[in-house]
C-alpha cells in the first residue's frame, strides 16, 4: 500500500474544520416525515459537493429531491457511493440532552439528530475527499454520489430513480450508506439485507362499535375475524402456513456458515439486553441462533388494535380491528409475490373480508464475500482500525440496496462511524469523533485501492 | 282495582314540583368513577327520604356508601326498591348541548347526566309514595329503599352487603333499577339478565420491544402468542372450546319460546342501525334470532392492544399484548367457575405464561315469569300506558340481580321511565316527562296492589 501519511495528517489537522462544517448540515433540519426543510438541507448538500468540484444536479422525483454529484478521476474506476440527507424527527424532545437541531459536542462526540444517520457518513467522506484533493490534486478514480432524501420514509422513489438513470449511476462499486464497529471495536462488514413486505390487515364487521350483551351471541366481531386470520397466518410451530411462501429460498452456503460460525455469540447479550427468557424453535445459542436469525424469512406482528383498551373494562364489541404484519425476506424472496400469495390464502381461507394495506417494501440483496471490492474494503481497513473487516454475510434488518445489486449490478460495500450506543433514530443521536476520523481515512483509502 | 284518581290527579298537579326535586338531584354530581360528590349525593338521597318518613341509614361499604331507608306500612307485605345514586362520566363534554350537571327542560323531556339513569327512577318512585302518604296517610305496605352507589362500577361491593344485611332486606318483592317503554311505546317487562365475567389476558415476552429486523426469527412475540392463546378460546364456527364452559346451563322453556315468539322482530334494525351485514351461525331473523341472542353465553373480545398502532409503519417486534373478553352467561354458569375454567384452558394448551386479569363479574339470574309479583306489575301498567307490560324472559345485558333472586329469593320485576332515545351513558341523557308521570302512576298501582 502506498503511504498515507500526508492524507492522515490532513485528516488530522482539519478534523475541527470538518467537524464544523457537519454541525452546520445537522444544523439544518430535514425531516422527511414532517416534510421539513427538505429542499433547503438537498440544497446545502449539493452546494457542499459543489464545493469540491463537483458536477451537482438536484434531480426532482415525485417526492423528496435527490442530489447527484460527479468528480471525474485519473483513473477508468468509478465509486457510486450511496448516502442520504433526511433524518428521523426527533421526537420525544424532552429525552434530548441538548437540543436535536443544535449539535453539541461533549467529551469526544457529537449529538444532533441525523449526526450518524446519515449526515456524519456525508461529511466525512467529503473530508476524505478534501484530503485527497489537497495533497495530490485530483481524484484517482471518477465519485459519483447519489444521496436520496427518503430514506427514512422507505425510499419509496429510489428503485424507479435508479431504473431511469442507470447510465447516469453507472460505476464498478458501491459504498453503502452506514456501518461502524461493533461492541468489540470490531469494524463489520455487511454483505446483504433481508427484504420486507410491511401491511397492514384489517376487517370491519358492522358501522358502529355494538353494546357486547346485545351483539354478543349474534354479530359478527372484527376482533375475532382477525384473530382467527392471523391465526391461519404463522403456527405455534412459527411455520408459516401460506402456500409457496418458502418458494426459492437459497439455503446458506459452506461460505455463509464458516463467516456466520466467527461472529461472535449473541444468546447471553440478547437476553440480558432484551429482558428474553428463552429463544424460539428451541434455539439457545451458538451458530444455529446467529444463522436462524437473519437467514430465515419472518411474519411479525407488528401491532393490533381493536376495540376498547383503556384501563378496566368496557362491554364492547368491536366494529374493526387491524394488524400491522412485516415479512422479513431472504434471497429470493419477492415483496409483491409474498403479498400476492399473501391475499390468495387469505381468500382461501375464506377471509376475503380481511383487506391488506400495502406499506412498502424492498427485496433481499446480497454481495458476494468473496467479490474482489468486498476484500479490498475490508483489508483497507486494517491500516486504520488495527484489524481487517469482519465480513457479515446478511443481516436480519432491509433497505433499498437491492437496485444497486440487481439493476447496477454493483458490489455493495458497508463501512461507517457508526458503534453500538450511536443511539440513530433515538433521543441523543450522536457520533464518536475518533470514529468519524476513522472512517475518513479508511474511506481515503478504498478511493485510491480501487483506482489501483 | 280502586279508583286511582285522587292519587293520579296529585301526580299531576305535583310533578313540575317533583320535576324541581329531580332537579336537584341531578345538579348533585356522584361520578363513581372520578370519585365526585359521591357522600354529598348519599346524604341528599337520605335527606330525601327522611322527609317522607323513612327511616334512614347511610351504611359504610369498602366504597360508596349504601342508602338504606325503610317506612312501614298498614299490611304485612314489603317491596324492596332497588336504586343507584351514582352516574357515569359525563365526558364528552363538547357533545352535550346543556351541562351534564345543570338540568334543563326543552319540548317535554328534562336533560341531565343520571336523570334517567338512576336519578328519575328514584325521584319518581318518590313521588308515588308522596301521592299515597297526602291521599292515604300512611303506606298500603312496608317499603325498603336499597340505592347503592357503584352501580356504573360494577356493584364490587353490592353482593357482601346484601350477603350481610340479609335480615334487614327482608321482602316479599324487588323492583328494579331501570326499565320502560319500547320502539312501539310497549311497557317492557325484562324478566331476567344474563351473567357476566369479564378478564384482561395479557402476556410478556420481553422486557422491552426490539426491532423485527433483529428478533422475529428467534424471539417470542408477545402477539402472537396472544393471537394463538385467544384463538384456542373460540373457534370459527363460534363454539366456546374452554372444557365444561357449557355445563350446566338450562334450555330455554317452552314458555321462554313462547314468550320469545311474541316480542317483535329486530333483524332488520339491527341491520341498518349498526351497520351489519349478515349475523353470526347462518341466523337471519325471527324467533331463532332472538332466542340465540340472549339464551347463549358468548366470548367476546371487547378490545386488542398491543406495539405498534400508528398510522404507516414502524417495524417493532413487541414485548407485551393484551384483550380485554368478556364471556356473558346464561343460567346456571358461574362468573368465578369460569374464570377458573379458562384459566385450566390456557393451562392445558401450553398457555401459562398468559395472564388472566378479573375486571368483575355477575351471575345471571332470572325470575319466573309467572310469579304473581310479575303478573301483578305487568296487569296493573294496563291502566296507565293502555296495555300490560309485555314479559321477556331474559335480556342480554347483565347486572347485579343474581344476589336479589339467589340470596334473598325475592322475584325482581323491571319498570321505568326509559324509552330508547333516553341516552343512558351517553351526552344528552334525557327522561320524557310524559312517562315520567306515567311511571309515578304505575309504581303507586304496584305498591297498593302488593299490599292487597
Redesign the interface.
Known sequence: MPNYDKIDSYLEKNLDQSIAELSRLVAQPSVGAQNLGMKECASLVGNMLRARGFDVRIMETKGAPVVFGERKGKSGKTLLIYNHYDVQPPEPLELWDSPPFEPSLREGKLYGRGVSDDKGHIVSRLHAIDAILETEGELPCTIKFIIEGEEET?SVNLFEFIKQNRDLLKADACMWEFGGVDHREVPMQYLGL?G?C?V?LSVE????D????????????A??R???A??TL???DERIRIKGFYDGIRQPSARDRELMAALPEVAEE?KSR???R????G?SGGVD?RI???F???C??????????GP????????R?S??V?F?LVPDQDPDDIRRKLRSHLDEH?FSDVQITD??GDPPARTDPDDPFIQLVAKVAEDVYEMPMQLVPL????GPSHPFVHDLGLPVATAGLGYPDTKAHAPNENIRIDLYLKHARHMARVIKELAG
Open positions: 422507505a433481508r420486507i410491511y397492514e364487521t358492522a358501522s358502529t355494538v353494546h357486547s350483551g346485545l351483539g354478543g351471541s349474534i354479530f359478527p366481531n376482533a375475532w382477525l384473530v382467527w392471523l391465526n404463522k403456527g405455534e440478547y432484551y429482558g428474553v428463552q429463544f424460539i424453535k434455539l441462533l436462524e436469525e437473519v430465515t424469512p419472518t411479525t406482528i407488528c401491532g393490533l388494535t381493536s376495540g376498547y383498551q378496566g373494562s368496557k362491554t364492547v364489541l368491536p366494529a380491528a394488524a400491522k412485516d422479513r375464506g406499506l412498502g443481516v436480519g434488518g432491509s
